[in-house]
């Protein structure tokens, strides 16, 4: 069982940046992505950004050129840094575990962390 504990979320305004951290313990090296999730009040979870072992990454449209997802293999942890943040970013962000083939191949979530956006 994978678990996943984000970090690193809070308030900002409009134009501000962020960095999510998220430590992934029993980490499967060869078989797993990583990616992340956001659910805002009244909305369903849609698919951020997503990561795989080997380094290949999955953008949604919406955060195309302003968020970059990586990862530090030695730690275990996957980041997520959102710049030019807009207030329609704010959202609960999770962490996720699975095998990636598309955004609802995830099986292990973390908890979530918020990230407010003001204007």
């Known amino acids: 069982q994978v678990q996943l504990v984000e970090s690193g979320g809070g308030s900002v305004q409009a134009g501000g940046s962020l960095r999510l951290s998220c430590a992934a313990s029993?980490?499967?090296?060869?078989?797993?992505?990583l990616g992340w999730f956001r659910q805002a009040p009244g909305k369903e979870r849609e698919g951020v950004a997503r990561?795989?072992?080997?380094?290949?990454?999955v953008y949604a449209d919406s955060v195309k050129g302003r968020f970059t997802i990586s990862q530090d293999n030695t730690k275990n942890t996957v980041y997520l840094q959102m710049n030019s943040l807009k207030p329609e970013d704010t959202a609960m962000y999770y962490c996720?575990?699975?095998?990636?083939?598309?955004?609802?191949?995830?099986?292990?979530w973390g908890q979530g962390t918020q990230v407010t956006v003001s204007s």
């Open positions: 996720a575990a699975g095998a990636g083939r598309t955004w609802l191949d995830f099986t292990n």
């Open positions: 029993a980490y499967s090296y060869a078989s797993y992505c």
């Open positions: 990561i795989f072992r080997y380094g290949y990454t």
